[in-house]
Protein backbone atom coordinates (compact mmCIF):
# COMPACT_ATOMS: atom_id res chain seq x y z
CA UNK A 1 0.00 0.00 0.00
CA UNK A 2 1.15 3.75 -0.81
CA UNK A 3 0.35 5.45 2.47
CA UNK A 4 0.09 9.35 2.88
CA UNK A 5 2.51 11.39 1.35
CA UNK A 6 4.20 12.42 5.01
CA UNK A 7 4.15 8.08 5.42
CA UNK A 8 5.86 7.65 2.75
CA UNK A 9 8.66 10.49 2.75
CA UNK A 10 9.07 8.59 6.54
CA UNK A 11 9.38 5.16 5.13
CA UNK A 12 11.76 6.39 2.42
CA UNK A 13 13.90 8.13 5.39
CA UNK A 14 13.74 4.79 7.10
CA UNK A 15 15.45 3.20 3.98
CA UNK A 16 18.21 5.68 3.25
CA UNK A 17 19.38 6.02 6.69
CA UNK A 18 19.56 1.83 6.77
CA UNK A 19 21.58 2.07 3.96
CA UNK A 20 24.14 4.79 4.87
CA UNK A 21 24.86 3.73 8.29
CA UNK A 22 23.92 0.14 8.79
CA UNK A 23 25.58 -2.94 7.94
CA UNK A 24 23.70 -3.05 4.36
CA UNK A 25 23.02 -6.66 3.20
CA UNK A 26 21.73 -8.04 -0.17
CA UNK A 27 18.52 -9.24 2.03
CA UNK A 28 18.25 -5.79 2.72
CA UNK A 29 18.63 -4.68 -0.85
CA UNK A 30 16.05 -7.30 -2.04
CA UNK A 31 13.80 -5.68 0.63
CA UNK A 32 14.37 -2.26 -0.82
CA UNK A 33 14.08 -3.21 -4.27
CA UNK A 34 10.47 -4.72 -3.30
CA UNK A 35 9.29 -0.98 -1.49
CA UNK A 36 10.28 0.97 -3.96
CA UNK A 37 7.87 -1.47 -6.92
CA UNK A 38 5.09 -1.55 -4.92
CA UNK A 39 4.34 2.17 -6.14
CA UNK A 40 5.73 5.08 -8.04
CA UNK A 41 4.91 7.40 -5.36
CA UNK A 42 8.05 5.19 -3.13
CA UNK A 43 10.66 5.71 -6.09
CA UNK A 44 9.63 9.02 -6.53
CA UNK A 45 10.16 9.91 -2.43
CA UNK A 46 12.93 8.04 -2.34
CA UNK A 47 14.98 8.95 -5.05
CA UNK A 48 14.10 12.45 -4.21
CA UNK A 49 15.12 12.08 -0.74
CA UNK A 50 18.51 10.53 -1.84
CA UNK A 51 19.52 13.10 -3.88
CA UNK A 52 18.34 15.91 -1.51
CA UNK A 53 20.46 13.64 0.91
CA UNK A 54 24.02 13.59 -1.47
CA UNK A 55 23.67 17.19 -1.71
CA UNK A 56 23.44 18.05 2.25
CA UNK A 57 26.19 19.79 3.21
CA UNK A 58 25.86 17.89 6.63
CA UNK A 59 26.58 14.59 4.47
CA UNK A 60 29.94 16.10 3.88
CA UNK A 61 30.45 16.84 7.56
CA UNK A 62 29.26 13.34 8.72
CA UNK A 63 31.33 11.40 6.29
CA UNK A 64 34.74 13.35 7.73
CA UNK A 65 34.03 12.43 11.22
CA UNK A 66 33.26 8.87 9.90
CA UNK A 67 36.84 8.73 8.94
CA UNK A 68 38.19 10.15 11.69
CA UNK A 69 36.24 7.73 14.12
CA UNK A 70 37.56 4.94 11.94
CA UNK A 71 41.32 6.03 12.69
CA UNK A 72 40.39 5.63 16.69
CA UNK A 73 39.53 9.08 17.45
CA UNK A 74 36.57 8.79 20.32
CA UNK A 75 34.59 5.54 18.57
CA UNK A 76 31.88 6.10 21.26
CA UNK A 77 31.23 9.46 21.28
CA UNK A 78 31.10 9.33 17.56
CA UNK A 79 28.95 6.85 16.69
CA UNK A 80 26.55 8.55 18.99
CA UNK A 81 27.23 11.97 17.24
CA UNK A 82 26.88 9.98 14.12
CA UNK A 83 23.21 8.78 14.44
CA UNK A 84 22.23 11.78 16.15
CA UNK A 85 23.27 13.96 13.20
CA UNK A 86 22.57 11.83 11.20
CA UNK A 87 18.67 11.94 12.08
CA UNK A 88 18.57 15.23 12.40
CA UNK A 89 20.39 15.97 8.90
CA UNK A 90 17.73 13.43 7.37
CA UNK A 91 14.57 15.03 9.78
CA UNK A 92 15.72 18.37 7.52
CA UNK A 93 15.79 16.51 4.06
CA UNK A 94 12.32 14.98 4.98
CA UNK A 95 10.83 18.14 5.03
CA UNK A 96 12.82 19.29 1.59
CA UNK A 97 11.78 16.10 -0.01
CA UNK A 98 7.77 16.25 1.92
CA UNK A 99 7.66 19.56 0.25
CA UNK A 100 8.63 18.93 -2.98
CA UNK A 101 6.98 15.79 -3.31
CA UNK A 102 3.96 18.37 -2.15
CA UNK A 103 4.19 20.54 -4.80
CA UNK A 104 6.15 19.27 -7.74
CA UNK A 105 4.04 18.32 -10.91
CA UNK A 106 2.29 14.68 -11.04
CA UNK A 107 3.32 12.83 -13.75
CA UNK A 108 0.50 12.38 -16.65
CA UNK A 109 -1.27 9.04 -17.31
CA UNK A 110 -1.67 7.67 -20.64
CA UNK A 111 -2.78 4.38 -21.75
CA UNK A 112 -4.10 2.10 -24.39
CA UNK A 113 -6.22 -0.76 -24.92
CA UNK A 114 -6.09 -4.43 -26.30
CA UNK A 115 -5.37 -3.59 -29.90
CA UNK A 116 -5.09 -0.11 -29.71
CA UNK A 117 -1.53 2.24 -30.44
CA UNK A 118 -0.86 5.69 -29.56
CA UNK A 119 1.90 7.84 -30.28
CA UNK A 120 2.60 10.71 -28.11
CA UNK A 121 5.06 13.78 -29.09
CA UNK A 122 7.02 15.14 -26.39
CA UNK A 123 7.53 19.23 -26.73
CA UNK A 124 11.20 18.60 -26.84
CA UNK A 125 10.65 16.46 -29.98
CA UNK A 126 10.98 13.34 -28.40
CA UNK A 127 8.36 10.95 -29.27
CA UNK A 128 6.74 7.76 -27.35
CA UNK A 129 4.81 4.76 -29.29
CA UNK A 130 2.54 2.82 -27.02
CA UNK A 131 2.04 -0.76 -28.02
CA UNK A 132 -0.71 -2.83 -27.28
CA UNK A 133 -2.48 -2.72 -23.41
CA UNK A 134 0.36 -0.30 -22.45
CA UNK A 135 0.36 2.13 -19.23
CA UNK A 136 2.89 4.65 -18.47
CA UNK A 137 3.54 7.90 -16.70
CA UNK A 138 5.38 11.24 -17.82
CA UNK A 139 6.78 13.46 -15.86
CA UNK A 140 8.50 16.66 -17.72
CA UNK A 141 9.96 19.51 -15.66
CA UNK A 142 12.72 22.15 -16.52
CA UNK A 143 15.49 20.03 -15.09
CA UNK A 144 14.40 16.38 -15.78
CA UNK A 145 11.99 13.77 -18.57
CA UNK A 146 10.99 10.73 -16.51
CA UNK A 147 8.57 7.50 -17.59
CA UNK A 148 7.59 5.67 -15.45
CA UNK A 149 6.54 2.20 -17.56
CA UNK A 150 4.19 0.40 -15.51
CA UNK A 151 2.65 -2.40 -18.27
CA UNK A 152 2.84 -3.41 -21.43
CA UNK A 153 5.51 -2.30 -24.41
CA UNK A 154 6.74 1.49 -25.97
CA UNK A 155 9.33 2.81 -28.57
CA UNK A 156 11.26 5.60 -27.29
CA UNK A 157 12.70 8.39 -29.79
CA UNK A 158 15.29 10.46 -27.67
CA UNK A 159 16.11 13.71 -28.41
CA UNK A 160 18.74 14.07 -26.29
CA UNK A 161 19.59 16.62 -24.25
CA UNK A 162 22.34 16.45 -21.62
CA UNK A 163 20.88 19.07 -19.03
CA UNK A 164 17.89 17.00 -18.97
CA UNK A 165 18.13 13.64 -18.58
CA UNK A 166 15.65 11.35 -20.15
CA UNK A 167 14.81 8.40 -17.69
CA UNK A 168 12.67 5.22 -18.11
CA UNK A 169 11.13 3.31 -14.93
CA UNK A 170 10.39 -0.09 -15.47
CA UNK A 171 10.36 -2.59 -13.07
CA UNK A 172 13.19 -2.66 -11.37
CA UNK A 173 15.33 -1.22 -13.95
CA UNK A 174 16.42 2.77 -14.68
CA UNK A 175 16.78 3.32 -18.42
CA UNK A 176 18.70 6.48 -19.24
CA UNK A 177 19.03 7.75 -22.82
CA UNK A 178 22.21 8.30 -24.34
CA UNK A 179 20.85 9.98 -27.22
CA UNK A 180 19.02 6.47 -29.06
CA UNK A 181 16.07 4.79 -30.05
CA UNK A 182 14.99 2.01 -28.02
CA UNK A 183 11.96 -0.25 -27.36
CA UNK A 184 11.06 -1.24 -23.62
CA UNK A 185 8.16 -4.22 -23.09
CA UNK A 186 7.34 -5.18 -19.38
CA UNK A 187 5.05 -8.09 -18.32
CA UNK A 188 4.67 -9.58 -15.08
CA UNK A 189 7.87 -11.94 -15.68
CA UNK A 190 10.24 -10.17 -17.04
CA UNK A 191 11.33 -6.40 -18.69
CA UNK A 192 13.13 -6.72 -22.66
CA UNK A 193 14.86 -3.50 -23.44
CA UNK A 194 15.84 -3.59 -27.43
CA UNK A 195 18.17 -0.65 -28.45
CA UNK A 196 17.08 0.32 -32.15
CA UNK A 197 19.87 3.41 -32.57
CA UNK A 198 22.36 5.06 -30.40
CA UNK A 199 23.20 3.89 -26.92
CA UNK A 200 21.26 3.92 -23.26
CA UNK A 201 22.59 3.40 -19.82
CA UNK A 202 20.93 0.62 -17.69
CA UNK A 203 20.48 0.10 -13.75
CA UNK A 204 19.10 -0.91 -11.28
CA UNK A 205 16.48 1.55 -9.71
CA UNK A 206 18.01 1.91 -6.64
CA UNK A 207 21.31 2.22 -7.57
CA UNK A 208 22.80 5.08 -6.21
CA UNK A 209 25.88 5.36 -9.26
CA UNK A 210 23.82 5.13 -12.66
CA UNK A 211 27.67 6.09 -14.21
CA UNK A 212 28.75 2.34 -13.25
CA UNK A 213 25.78 0.35 -14.62
CA UNK A 214 25.09 -1.12 -18.30
CA UNK A 215 26.12 0.40 -21.14
CA UNK A 216 24.44 -0.90 -24.07
CA UNK A 217 24.34 0.04 -27.79
CA UNK A 218 22.81 -0.96 -30.97
CA UNK A 219 21.38 -3.66 -31.60
CA UNK A 220 21.62 -4.58 -27.82
CA UNK A 221 18.73 -6.72 -26.20
CA UNK A 222 18.32 -6.94 -22.19
CA UNK A 223 16.09 -9.14 -20.64
CA UNK A 224 15.95 -9.28 -17.08
CA UNK A 225 13.96 -11.59 -14.70
CA UNK A 226 13.38 -11.20 -10.76
CA UNK A 227 16.85 -13.88 -11.06
CA UNK A 228 18.80 -12.69 -13.80
CA UNK A 229 20.04 -10.29 -16.33
CA UNK A 230 21.61 -11.34 -20.12
CA UNK A 231 22.46 -9.17 -22.66
CA UNK A 232 22.32 -10.53 -26.43
CA UNK A 233 23.15 -8.88 -29.85
CA UNK A 234 20.55 -9.30 -32.46
CA UNK A 235 20.51 -8.35 -36.23
CA UNK A 236 18.72 -5.23 -37.92
CA UNK A 237 16.86 -7.61 -39.79
CA UNK A 238 15.50 -9.09 -35.87
CA UNK A 239 14.56 -5.98 -34.56
CA UNK A 240 13.21 -5.39 -37.82
CA UNK A 241 10.37 -8.27 -37.39
CA UNK A 242 10.16 -8.19 -33.54
CA UNK A 243 9.27 -4.17 -33.72
CA UNK A 244 7.11 -4.29 -37.28
CA UNK A 245 4.18 -3.73 -34.33
CA UNK A 246 4.83 -0.42 -35.17
CA UNK A 247 3.49 0.05 -38.41
CA UNK A 248 0.67 -2.72 -37.51
CA UNK A 249 1.91 -5.78 -38.48
CA UNK A 250 3.33 -9.17 -37.02
CA UNK A 251 5.68 -10.41 -38.42
CA UNK A 252 7.03 -14.26 -37.67
CA UNK A 253 10.58 -16.32 -39.41
CA UNK A 254 10.09 -19.76 -38.45
CA UNK A 255 8.19 -18.86 -35.11
CA UNK A 256 6.57 -21.58 -33.27
CA UNK A 257 2.32 -21.55 -33.27
CA UNK A 258 2.80 -21.14 -29.84
CA UNK A 259 4.74 -18.33 -30.05
CA UNK A 260 2.43 -16.83 -32.38
CA UNK A 261 -0.27 -17.23 -30.56
CA UNK A 262 1.02 -15.81 -27.54
CA UNK A 263 1.82 -12.63 -29.83
CA UNK A 264 -1.83 -12.58 -31.50
CA UNK A 265 -3.01 -12.85 -28.35
CA UNK A 266 -1.61 -9.57 -27.12
CA UNK A 267 -3.81 -7.61 -29.62
CA UNK A 268 -7.26 -9.04 -29.65
CA UNK A 269 -10.30 -10.10 -27.34
CA UNK A 270 -10.97 -13.59 -28.93
CA UNK A 271 -8.48 -15.81 -27.97
CA UNK A 272 -6.45 -18.52 -29.32
CA UNK A 273 -5.35 -21.70 -27.39
CA UNK A 274 -2.67 -24.19 -28.64
CA UNK A 275 -4.60 -27.80 -27.31
CA UNK A 276 -1.28 -29.83 -27.86
CA UNK A 277 2.63 -29.99 -27.78
CA UNK A 278 2.62 -31.24 -31.18
CA UNK A 279 0.48 -28.06 -32.63
CA UNK A 280 2.45 -25.65 -30.25
CA UNK A 281 6.05 -26.57 -32.10
CA UNK A 282 4.24 -26.82 -35.61
CA UNK A 283 6.80 -23.70 -37.55
CA UNK A 284 5.22 -20.64 -39.62
CA UNK A 285 6.79 -17.96 -41.42
CA UNK A 286 4.33 -15.23 -42.18
CA UNK A 287 2.88 -11.73 -42.08
CA UNK A 288 -0.39 -10.58 -40.62
CA UNK A 289 -1.77 -7.16 -39.49
CA UNK A 290 -1.85 -6.74 -35.91
CA UNK A 291 -5.85 -7.24 -36.26
CA UNK A 292 -5.27 -10.76 -38.53
CA UNK A 293 -6.26 -13.14 -36.11
CA UNK A 294 -8.73 -14.66 -38.74
CA UNK A 295 -5.86 -14.92 -41.71
CA UNK A 296 -3.79 -16.77 -38.99
CA UNK A 297 -6.33 -19.38 -38.46
CA UNK A 298 -7.04 -19.96 -41.73
CA UNK A 299 -3.45 -20.45 -42.91
CA UNK A 300 -3.42 -22.60 -39.79
CA UNK A 301 -6.08 -24.90 -40.89
CA UNK A 302 -5.61 -24.94 -44.35
CA UNK A 303 -2.07 -24.05 -45.01
CA UNK A 304 -0.43 -26.19 -41.80
CA UNK A 305 -3.32 -28.96 -41.72
CA UNK A 306 -4.13 -27.83 -37.68
CA UNK A 307 -7.55 -28.17 -36.65
CA UNK A 308 -9.60 -25.61 -35.45
CA UNK A 309 -12.34 -25.21 -33.29
CA UNK A 310 -14.73 -22.72 -31.92
CA UNK A 311 -15.19 -23.22 -28.01
CA UNK A 312 -16.73 -20.81 -25.61
CA UNK A 313 -15.59 -17.79 -27.19
CA UNK A 314 -11.92 -19.56 -27.76
CA UNK A 315 -10.84 -20.65 -30.69
CA UNK A 316 -8.90 -23.79 -29.75
CA UNK A 317 -6.36 -25.03 -32.47
CA UNK A 318 -4.83 -28.86 -31.82
CA UNK A 319 -2.94 -31.75 -33.95
CA UNK A 320 -5.46 -33.43 -36.99
Same mark, same amino acid.
Given at each position: MSGSAKDINARAADWLQRREFWNWSDE??? %???? @??? !?? @? $???????????AWSRTSRLAALRGFRAGEEEGAARGAGRFFLRTAAAAALFAVIGGASALYIWQPKPKSYSTATGERETLSL??? %?????????????? $??? $????? @???????YFEVTHDPKRPFTVWAGNKRVIDIGTKFV??? &? %?????????????????? %????? !? &????????? *?????????SVRKASAKALASDFSWRRGMLVFDDMPVSRVIAEFNRYSSEKLVVADQAAARTRVSATFPVNGVEDFVRLA?? *????? *??????ETVISSP
Open positions: DQA %SLDA @WLE !ES @W $AHRVAYHRLETSDG %SQIQLNTNTRLRIL $ATG $AERQV @WLDQGEAVRK &D %SAKLELSVIDGRVGVTGA %SDPHP !E &DGLRLSKGD *VLVATANSTHR *VLGLK *VERKDG
